[in-house]
């Protein structure tokens, strides 16, 4: 399969004959599968899902690791594959994790930095220019709005993330660092 049939079949625009399953029925249903430490967020709206591609018997599902070691690949990588077995139980899944492309902060869904912002984290942020902001400039608190923010620490509870404390607010709050 080529890369731009790939990419085809995970924009949904491919599909297998009527009454048989698509790849955008398998993203649909992976929308239902929530990220394993950050539960407000599904693994579609945070953008690990790559390709997802289907050949008889088979679907391959690609999981993008938002970094290498991440402790929470096993239980994502199950949970995902046992969402595609409930849609496809006669056919082998395989979920791969890869690392090409590699995932970064922009694979995530407006949907997702809403749910983020909701769920109380400070989706990445990223200057006018479209570059990242440097960890020491104040973000967007998710709780009350306010930008009276301060990096407490640089190393979160995983490596994608970082604690910030609001100043108005006194919430502390978990940003995910630009990727």
């Given amino acids: 399969m080529t890369a731009a049939v790939r990419a085809a079949t995970v924009a949904g625009r491919m599909t297998e004959p009527a009454g048989r399953l698509d790849a955008a029925a398998v993203i649909d249903a992976l929308r239902e599968v929530a ?6 967020i599904s693994v579609v709206d945070l953008g690990v899902i790559g390709d997802v591609s289907l050949e ?9 690791p938002t970094f290498v070691g991440c402790p929470a690949l096993d239980p994502m990588r199950e949970a995902v594959a046992e969402r595609v077995r409930s849609l496809a139980p006669d056919r082998e899944v395989e979920v791969a994790v890869v690392f090409d492309p590699p995932w970064t902060t922009e694979r995530i869904t407006p949907l997702g930095r809403r749910r983020l912002t909701e769920g ?6 990223t200057g006018r220019s479209g570059m990242p902001v440097v960890l020491d400039v104040p973000v967007p608190c998710p709780w009350c709005g306010s930008r009276r923010t301060v990096l407490e620490n640089a190393f979160g509870p995983t490596a994608c993330r970082a604690i910030r404390y609001c100043t108005d607010c006194r919430q502390p709050f978990e940003q995910f660092k630009q990727v």
């Fill in 56 to 64: 008889p018997g088979r679907v391959r599902v690609e999981l993008l």
């Fill in 35 to 40: 990220d394993p430490e950050i539960p407000v």
């Fill in 120 to 125: 109380g984290f400070a989706p990445p942020v």
